[in-house]
């Protein structure tokens, strides 16, 4: 039995130099076309729309900083939230390994602890 003989390799891509490579450069990435003049009305109307949301929005910072709010408390209640929100993810995680090691789902030990579900 004789082995069979091995094939070369064909390749497909051209041979020789690209027809490609004295053409200029082509960017890929699309100039900005004027806006029709129907688009430039929309544009112009979500612009005074998010002017109108703006001023709405400074009013209520206003209202807040009178009832003695102020910007500052804002990232204390941030910091807060999150320590809350670890701790309630520490306690869920727990309450889940404990409904594992009892066979029972985690609704089961919500209900065993006193607990609300949707909290």
Sequence with gaps: MQTPKMR?????????????LNNSFKSPVRSAAPLP???QE???NEVEMMRKRETELDKEIAQLQEQGHQECDLTEYIRLLHRYNEMKDVGQMLLGRIATLEGVTTREMYSKFGLDPED
Excluded: E, F, K
């Design 37 to 39: 003049p129907a688009d």
């Design 8 to 20: 070369t390799p064909v390749s497909r891509s051209r041979r020789g130099p690209s027809r490609h």
């Design 42 to 44: 929309s544009v112009a």
